[in-house]
């Protein structure tokens, strides 16, 4: 009795199974036989007489920012590109074909539009996901995904890193012939946006800017344009570039407090210098070789080793008047500069350099107090007093005297240099910094 039942389950199951293999095959012939009605109706390559308002949609959708090349001017880009258009002669009624409301065509078994990107430099990899779909309202679309390709567009590097560059990506009709109404639909527009994937170094700057562009060449060409505009993240180069440039130029005034005896002073602002020009060639593999305009941050780090280059010969020439001009007369303006109470109250003139007999003490001879502002007989008189003294205190011969006496007042007008510099130094450096920020500021 169990064996006869068995028998029974079989055929029964046996029969579904035909039922359903039919029933497939009957919807495989049903949409076999609407491709190739549609592959009939529709021409390949020529557009079709019954195109609604003659009317063609072109649209483009930014998928990533893969590289924006300064040196090239060049943008490689990841986009999308759809085209659709309706025609009386893609209509079916669903009921017909097995409710089919839609259907994939190969390539080009029915005509596409054909389209150019005017910016296109060089197409990378092959076109993946390329279809036509075909609706059963009459409504062809064609459409390529992820399309990577290399861009032509100007970049202007003047305010890098804080700079904002924008492309213009163009989709026209290769068929100037025809007069198509090229329109961009919102809706199909929204839709390509929101696959967009955002890039680690560039921020899309949004609402992006879609419109309709003519172009006037042998033949009247139409076509759409999508304005992608980009805003660089600088953070990057913030910490590894710009920081390291204003450390190292704010740490060369630390040049002045080294004592010109110890012999390091040009040893520290030359390695300073030499860190600046690492900098200034990391910025030559950065920007292109040839540009309208240099950039901002060129020109500041090209000020800061014009700066430091100027402290490096003061420096050398403090150093020299230090060690070498022993033996030689000081000029009388040298000396009344050297000598003046108001330079030592704002500490130009150092406390601990001057000799106790280089104060200048009133005379008999002068009449009246001196301050080391006044000379008389061109400074030769207070010289005078000063080597006589010098030589009543120390209690040696006129010679050695006068000898440690012209010592001592090189040394002193090196310790004046350096100072008059060192004030200097912070004025221009905060007129540096100042200016280059307000011209990052400025639009």
Not at 197 to 209: A, G, H, R, T, Y
Not at 281 to 298: K, R
Request: glycine share 4%; aromatic share 10%; charged share 25%.
């Amino acid at each position: 009795m169990k064996s006869v039942f068995l028998v029974i389950g079989y055929l029964v199951s046996l029969m579904i199974d035909l039922s359903l293999t039919e029933d497939s095959e009957s919807l495989r012939d049903k949409e076999d036989r609407l491709t190739n009605q549609l592959k009939k109706k529709l021409p390949a390559v020529f557009p079709p007489d019954d195109i609604q308002n003659k009317e063609v949609v072109f649209s483009l959708g930014l998928k990533q920012i893969v590289e924006v090349d300064e040196k090239k001017n060049s943008w490689t880009i990841s986009f999308e590109i759809l085209i659709q258009y309706f025609s009386d002669s893609a209509k079916w009624d669903p009921e017909e074909y097995g409710g089919n409301e839609y259907i994939f065509l190969d390539d080009h078994s029915v005509w596409r539009p054909e389209t150019a990107l005017p910016s296109l430099i060089e197409m990378i990899g092959k076109i993946s996901d390329r279809k036509q779909v075909l609706m059963y309202d009459g409504r062809v679309i064609a459409y390529d995904q992820d399309v990577t390709g290399v861009l032509s567009c100007l970049i202007n590097v003047r305010k890098f890193p804080y700079d904002e560059q924008e492309c213009r990506i163009r989709l026209m009709n290769r068929m100037p012939h025809r007069n198509w109404n090229v329109t961009v639909n919102p809706m199909i527009q929204e839709h390509f946006l929101s696959s967009y994937k955002d890039n680690f170094q560039w921020e899309v700057i949004k609402p992006m800017q879609f419109s309709i562009v003519k172009s006037y060449t042998q033949y009247e060409q139409t076509g759409v344009e999508l304005t992608v505009r980009l805003k660089r993240r600088s953070i990057f180069y913030e910490f590894f570039l710009i920081t390291p440039s204003l450390i190292l130029y704010i740490c060369s005034g630390f040049e002045f407090a080294i004592p010109v005896e110890s012999g390091e002073k040009i040893s520290f602002i030359v390695t300073i210098l030499l860190a600046e020009m690492v900098n200034f060639g990391i910025l030559q593999d950065i920007f292109p070789p040839s540009f309208d305009e240099l950039p901002l941050l060129a020109e500041m780090i090209a000020t800061q080793i014009i700066h430091i280059v100027t402290l490096s010969v003061i420096a050398i020439i403090v150093v020299h008047i230090y060690h070498s001009n022993i033996g030689l007369e000081m000029p009388a303006y040298l000396v009344k500069l050297i000598s003046s109470k108001k330079l030592r109250c704002i500490l130009i003139i150092p406390q601990e350099i001057p000799e106790k007999s280089n104060t200048i003490q009133p005379t008999e001879q002068s009449g009246k107090e001196e301050d080391g502002t006044q000379l008389n007989d061109n400074g030769a008189r207070q010289l005078q007093q000063e080597l006589e003294k010098f030589c009543k205190d120390e209690g040696t011969s006129s010679d050695d005297a006068r000898d440690r006496l012209r010592d001592s007042q090189w040394k002193k007008m090196s310790a004046v240099i350096d100072r008059i510099m060192l004030i200097g130094h912070f004025i221009v450096v905060t007129v540096v910094i100042l200016y280059f920020l307000i011209m990052y500021q400025i639009d």
